[in-house]
T-cell receptor, first 113, second 114 residues
């Protein structure tokens, strides 16, 4: 079935360090992988996404890598800042049946001063 | 601001009642998606509509139903409410066409069932 696993569930880093969150997906035909950031009580906000024909994408301090063979993708945040503290969700779009996203269970990132 | 609007922001009701949540997509978007987020849980896909037609269905309970109107706004109806239905309900919209089909989320409706 359609499944996305996300690790770790919580991540604590010191300000200025890097943070890495990893996700694996079950359907090798998946073609779109967004990452969302959600602050407490607020809506999920898209921070970066990657499509299956690309191996890596970068936007300032944020990067996403995709390994289609291993069916996993990762979010990398460099030079972390306190405002990066939030819950991060990965997602995958599985082929067949609309455009729905299946989300991972989330990673609570805490950036400590 | 994503351009997706949802009303009401908060809703408190009793078990057994019925409520309607409303979503207006971003201008030009044809697809609307509904997600449920329970406390400390991830986002669970409920249902998708595209230009008025149901396109995909997730683990949506039979007590829940949705529709998309000609003006493209959507409503999610929750009936015979149970305590476990308390959650944040998000609507998202996308263009619904092509490969650039990013989903943008609304601010959510927090439902509390007492």
């Amino acid at each position: 079935g359609e499944n996305v696993e996300q690790h770790p569930s919580t991540l604590s880093v010191q300000e200025g360090d890097s943070a890495v969150i990893k996700c694996t997906y079950s359907d090798s035909a998946s073609n779109y992988f967004p990452w969302y950031k959600q602050e407490l009580g607020k809506r999920p906000q898209l921070i970066i996404d990657i499509r299956s024909n690309v191996g890596e994408k970068k936007d300032q301090r944020i990067a996403v890598t995709l390994n289609k063979t291993a069916k996993h993708f990762s979010l990398h945040i460099t030079e972390t800042q306190p405002e990066d503290s939030a819950v991060y969700f990965c997602a995958a779009r599985f082929t067949g049946g609309g455009n729905k996203l299946t989300f991972g269970t989330g990673t609570q990132l805490k950036v400590e001063l | 601001d994503s351009g997706v609007t949802q009303t009401p922001k908060h809703l408190i009701t009793a078990t057994g009642q019925r409520v309607t949540l409303r979503c207006s997509p971003r201008s030009g978007d044809l697809s609307v998606y509904w997600y449920q987020q329970s406390l400390d849980q991830g986002l669970q896909f409920l249902i998708q509509y595209y230009n008025g037609e149901e396109r995909a269905k997730g683990n949506i309970l039979e007590r829940f139903s949705a529709q998309q109107f000609p003006d493209l706004h959507s409503e999610l109806n929750l009936s015979s409410l149970e305590l476990g239905d308390s959650a944040l309900y998000f609507c998202a919209s996308s263009s619904g066409t092509g490969r650039s089909d990013t989903q943008y989320f609304g601010p959510g409706t927090r439902l509390t069932v007492l």
